[in-house]
């Protein structure tokens, strides 16, 4: 009983915090000065994406979520790199 409800709070407090970093990172995608903050931004709505699919594989004991985390955590990396080796290029 007691396990069950930990994992209940512990998996509405990951999905209420992923929810959070999403607004805020939609207001810095709207209002952001720069194309880094909005890169950032997106990056943040990425990793609270992979946060939510933690919270789903957590909440229906299916490990398919799992697969899809690790996939959008590649995705976010690569693409992070990539942005990066683009500004490198435009700095010279």
Partial sequence: M???LLLWLATSALVL???AACGL???RIIKGPTHAD???ALDIM???AVGL???ASIYTQ???FLDVAIGLALVGFVATVGWARVVDKGAD
């Fill in 2 to 4: 007691m396990d069950s």
């Fill in 17 to 19: 915090c992923a929810l």
């Fill in 25 to 27: 990172a939609t207001w």
């Fill in 38 to 40: 909005r890169v950032v």
């Fill in 46 to 48: 990425l990793a609270a």
């Fill in 53 to 55: 699919c933690i919270a």
């Fill in 62 to 64: 299916r490990t398919v």
